[in-house]
């Protein structure tokens, strides 16, 4: 019971952080069809700007005690910044290839990927060796539930993600903007003469997509404080699942990539503990394979014939 | 490229003369050291390791101890009057650069001898260079027994992870009394699995049981669903047999699902990185590494105050142990009567108790080195010595 | 005259040329580099009949260069122990392991093609991003898979007296590969790069590579005119995946090298795209130049090799924005317009 519980809340946390990726990819697939290859890194930029900040002010040294507030705008810092970022790539790197094939912005998703990756790995950035988040909240066990030790840490990150994706939903569902997003996701020359500035949704896309990656980045760093080099193999994997999430759920669909994410987190971790840790990998990619199979289009995903 | 047209042919000339001037600039840049070997002048030595990547300490730090024991011997009047150059390749942490690195100090730079490397499948890729040429390779710090069986040309200064594993069995048992321990090992890096092997061997032998293995990838961040298994197991200790890297990260996900455990590693933990991001949680744990800064021995305190003085930190063992690889070789080019591969191999392979910094050091018939291994203890963020274990 | 056997013939006559002289004249440390170039060239010119030719975008070619690699690797060491005791060379031309390595390449391209068909037949179908996540995670599945594999055996009568399973799955798994005998010599790898172009050659001047490229320029409108799309994409796919595995069989054979499963993954797969795309996807001549270039810059720039990444990274976004057709485009390196115009009236027939 003890081991059911306990994989259920790490699931649940991964789960969580995996969904908040998976928005970002999903959103910017909706409105223009391709795969930004780029967002995991996005993330991981998140997760070191979070480290940077905080060794900045600070926190880093032994016994020092951050406020609470500290936690918050260094989140708040590492979103904006990620924001920006995400705005800046877009406006450089894929809005000229607006009309390209699709071929070349993949790849130039690609290589804004690696440049991400590679510049943030010279000394003058975040170096190459692995760095400790300091810890900005103190961590104490709330409550102990059949064995299962409930830390604040874990509480705390996985209901700021679910704040977050209700915020987000919120925003899609219940405003203008959100309604113009899901316009241009429709139909994006009807949306262009409905009047909407199709330029302005897709950087604001971009900009939101990015900091909730740049937030999943923060609580990541919090969750698992040893940060490894920014071009390890391993943010790159973590990027991989957030978008099987993302197809699991059904592309281009806001909810669905809440609930791939989840779903991605449980069978993961559900899949080490019960069956091999050692294929923890493979799990996630089989299950996409199987999806591609069955059911392209995702959970909540609607199938759509290609019109010719 | 065919040429079907005269067009065609000339572009083909004109490619094939651009690679021909691309390829004489890279065989003529390095060899400008060329003859150089083997007479008089300069005897230039080539060192291999990951200055970048993932574990780039631990070439950084070797070279830092190689740099060193040559700058004393060339202070000291040099080998027979001749000063020692050395020439350092980036294998990036990749087998094929490892290979490539090897290949051209050995063919392009005319190299006497080579250094490295420290992760033993880079070892592997480079030793089988070496062997080829027939040119001396000493490895400072790679414990997979595989890299030695490579060939005559061969050796290693550092001990092997059979022994290692032994040694982490031994200090379980007789020290920390465990009777149950659960291992987590690595199973991307051939060194965990190997030490995890070991250990396991020797532990049995000794009496006690394993609970569990259990396995990650290197770089992974989430180990709870290992942890939590190894939890339900209730062991004494816990075998974390891999890189640093991790080892900071597996700590604090093991103090914070509440085992209280103590945890055992290997000399992959040797880092000054280690303690940074395993902070408290890696406090007061154990591992099994080729020396310690606070060895009173002379030769220890020495080699510390004068990397402190020339580095600016404190060498951690790797540095150790590419000074000492550094002098047995210059010991041994003493000895020897020409520089000649073979010559040179077979000095190397006589050096019987050699004073090193890691202890005292005599290859044995397999070109392994026969010495003690220490236990030491995370305390204050700093190792600090606990106990020597001899070999048997 | 693409069709005649002078392409052929020159292209062996040039490997022959390569392995008799090049050693002495340019030094051993060269020789590798003529190696890598040669098998660089192989995978990029492969790599080119998916990326290229047929406008997929596939970013695991490494694994079918990986699949190759081991199996060739594995037939060669374990065959040469229970053929011969030992895992050495047998030097000569058409001697027994020559052969046997000769064989091996070739059954590793069989296999790597294999893998090909199973990779490609079910995501060749889906829409053309998918492809570059399912190869990537055919990657990953395959470093993974590799990394599991038990220890290599050393000694002959460990070898002789295991099953046939139990060698298949002794291939060293994270320590690597390694004491492969060192087949591979410019010789073979030139003959086979000669064999590489010239298919390529002959299959982009062909009906069929009108039909390739013309998935590429609209895959809807090739349907509509009887293009079997599917078809001709898995096609290209596995042909493609054959060559990596031939370039895999040969790498794995060469000095100094040792088969890692973590350096055959999605870097080197990364490595292979940018030669295609700054060659021009779709031009076999520039595959080749871009291969020539980008092997021997980093062994040029070895001063420099962190910036290696983020220059590469850069560059190619670049060439997307400014010049997306790659240096040469959709052309061959004679059938650019200025040097059409320097032979006048000697005319360069394209067909």
Same mark, same amino acid.
Do not use: H, W, Y
């Given at each position: 019971m003890t081991k059911f519980l306990q994989t259920l809340m790490d699931g649940v946390a991964v789960g969580s952080l995996y969904a908040l990726i998976a928005l970002g990819y999903t959103m910017v697939y909706g409105i223009l069809q391709f795969i930004n290859f780029a967002h995991s890194d996005v993330f991981v930029l998140g997760a070191w700007l979070s480290y940077t900040l905080a060794v900045a002010f600070g926190y880093a040294a032994a016994g020092a005690h951050p406020p609470l507030a500290a936690g918050l705008l260094i989140l708040v810092g590492a979103m904006a910044a990620c924001g920006l970022a995400g705005f800046t790539i877009e406006r450089l790197a894929y809005r000229p290839l607006r009309r390209a094939p699709r071929l070349n912005v993949l790849i130039t998703a690609i290589g804004v990927s690696l440049l991400l990756q590679n510049v943030g790995q010279l000394k003058w950035f975040f170096g190459t060796q692995p760095q400790r988040m300091p810890s900005l909240i103190d961590d104490k066990i709330l409550a102990v539930v059949a064995g299962v030790q409930i830390h604040l840490v874990d509480l705390a990150g996985a209901g700021t993600a679910l704040l977050l994706m209700l915020v987000l939903d919120w925003l899609i569902f219940r405003t203008r903007m959100g309604r113009a997003m899901r316009a241009v996701s429709h139909d994006t020359a009807v949306a262009a003469l409905m009047g909407i500035n199709v330029d302005a949704v897709v950087s604001f896309t971009f900009v939101l997509g990015s900091s909730l990656a740049a937030a999943a980045g923060f609580l990541y760093a919090m969750k698992y404080p040893g940060l490894n080099q920014p071009a390890h193999a391993t943010w790159v994997l973590l990027g991989l699942k957030a978008f099987v999430a993302a197809v699991i759920g059904g592309i281009g669909n806001v909810r @669905? /990539?809440?609930?791939?994410?989840?779903?991605?987190?449980?069978?993961?971790?559900? @899949? /080490?503990?019960y069956l091999s840790p050692h294929l923890r990998d493979i799990y996630v990619f089989s299950i996409l394979i199987l999806v591609l199979l069955l059911r392209p289009s995702g959970i909540l995903g609607k199938a759509v014939a290609e019109k010719v | 490229m065919t040429a079907r047209t005269p067009s065609g042919r000339a572009t083909q000339i004109a490619a094939v003369c651009l690679l021909a001037a691309g390829l004489t600039g890279c065989g003529g840049g390095g060899g400008a050291s060329a003859g150089a070997g083997k007479g008089g002048g300069t005897i230039l030595i080539g060192h291999y390791g990951s200055m970048t990547g993932s574990e780039a300490t631990f070439g950084q730090s070797t070279d830092n101890g190689v740099r060193l024991a040559i700058k004393e011997v060339n202070a000291a009047g040099g080998i027979n009057g001749r000063t020692v150059d050395l020439k350092t390749y980036d294998d990036q942490g990749k087998s094929q650069e490892a290979g490539t690195a090897v290949t051209r100090l050995i063919t392009d730079d005319k190299v006497v001898a080579v250094l490295g490397e420290v992760a033993s499948s880079l070892s592997l890729a480079g030793g089988r260079v070496a062997q080829q040429y027939g040119v001396p390779m000493i490895s400072p710090s790679s414990t997979n027994p595989a890299v030695t069986q490579i060939g005559d040309m061969i050796f290693r200064v550092c001990f092997l992870d059979p022994y290692q594993g032994w040694v982490e069995a031994k200090f379980a048992r007789d020290s920390l009394k465990a009777q149950k321990a659960a291992i987590l090992y690595d199973q991307a890096q051939a060194y965990s699995k190997g030490l995890a092997q070991y250990f396991k061997e020797a532990f049995v032998k000794l009496g006690g049981t394993i609970t569990t293995e259990q396995a990650y990838t290197g770089g992974d961040q989430d180990f709870s669903a290992q942890l939590t298994t190894i939890r339900q197991t209730a062991p004494d200790v816990i075998l974390v047999p891999g890189y640093y890297t991790d080892a900071g990260n597996i700590a604090i996900q093991v103090r914070k699902l509440g085992l209280t455990a103590p945890m055992l590693g290997g000399d992959g933990w040797d880092s000054s990185q280690l303690a940074a991001i395993g902070g408290s949680a890696i406090e007061g744990s154990y591992f099994s590494n080729h020396y310690s800064i606070q060895d009173t021995r002379p030769e220890v305190q020495n080699f510390v105050t004068k990397y402190k003085a020339d580095y600016g930190r404190t060498p951690d063992g790797l540095a150790a142990l590419g000074y000492d690889a550094a002098r047995l070789l210059f010991d041994?080019?003493?000895?020897?009567?020409?520089?000649?591969?073979?010559?040179?191999?077979?000095?190397?392979?006589?050096?019987?108790?050699?004073?090193?910094?890691?202890?005292?050091?005599?290859?044995?018939?397999?070109?392994?080195?026969?010495?003690?291994?220490?236990?030491?203890?995370?305390?204050?963020?700093i190792p600090t010595y606990v106990t020597t274990i001899d070999p048997q | 005259m693409i069709r005649s056997a002078a392409p052929v013939a020159a292209g062996f006559a040039i490997a022959v040329l390569l392995q008799l002289a090049a050693g002495s004249v340019v030094g051993p440390f060269a020789v590798k580099l003529l190696m890598d170039i040669g098998i660089n060239v192989v995978l990029a010119v492969s790599l080119n009949l998916v990326n290229g030719f047929t406008g997929q975008f596939s970013i695991g070619h490494a694994g079918f260069m990986a699949v190759g690699g081991y199996v060739a690797g594995c037939i060669t060491y374990y065959g040469s122990f229970l053929l011969w005791g030992g895992a050495s060379v047998r030097p000569g031309l058409l001697s027994g392991g020559t052969l046997l390595f000769l064989g091996a390449c070739l059954v590793g391209s069989l296999v790597a093609s294999g893998a090909g068909f199973l990779v490609g037949l079910p995501s060749l179908r889906l829409r053309g991003d998918y492809l570059a996540i399912v190869t990537l995670g055919f990657g990953?599945?395959?470093?993974?898979?590799?990394?599991?594999?038990?220890d290599v055996l050393t000694d002959p009568a460990s070898v002789k007296g295991a099953a046939a399973t139990t060698l298949a799955t002794s291939l060293g798994g994270s320590l690597g590969f390694s004491g492969l005998p060192y087949y591979t010599n410019l010789l073979w790898v030139y003959v086979f790069v000669t064999v590489t172009l010239v298919v390529a050659l002959r299959l982009k001047f062909s009906s069929y590579g009108r039909a390739f490229l013309s998935i590429r320029e609209n895959e809807i409108a090739a349907e509509a005119v009887g293009v079997n799309t599917t078809r001709l994409k898995v096609r290209a796919f596995v042909l493609a995946a054959a060559f990596a595995g031939l370039a895999g069989g040969l790498f794995a054979h060469e000095v100094g090298v040792s088969l890692n499963p973590r350096e055959l993954g999605f870097q080197k797969s990364f490595d292979i795209v940018i030669m295609v795309v700054l060659g021009g996807m779709g031009s076999v001549s520039g595959a080749v130049l871009a291969a020539i270039v980008l092997t021997l810059l980093p062994e040029a720039l070895r001063s420099f090799s962190e910036f290696r990444m983020p220059i590469y990274a850069l560059a190619l976004i670049l060439m997307m924005i400014l010049r997306p057709q790659g240096l040469l485009g959709l052309r061959e390196v004679w059938e650019l317009p200025w040097l059409r115009r320097r032979s006048a009236g000697g005319g360069t027939e394209t067909a």
């Open positions: @669905g /990539a809440m609930l791939g994410g989840v779903l991605i987190g449980f069978i993961e971790l559900f @899949g /080490a503990a | 041994a080019m003493k000895r020897s009567a020409s520089l000649d591969g073979k010559m040179l191999a077979a000095a190397i392979a006589s050096t019987k108790d050699f004073p090193g910094v890691t202890g005292k050091i005599t290859i044995d018939e397999n070109r392994d080195a026969r010495k003690s291994a220490v236990i030491v203890q995370v305390k204050s963020g | 990953e599945i395959l470093r993974v898979m590799l990394q599991r594999t038990g």
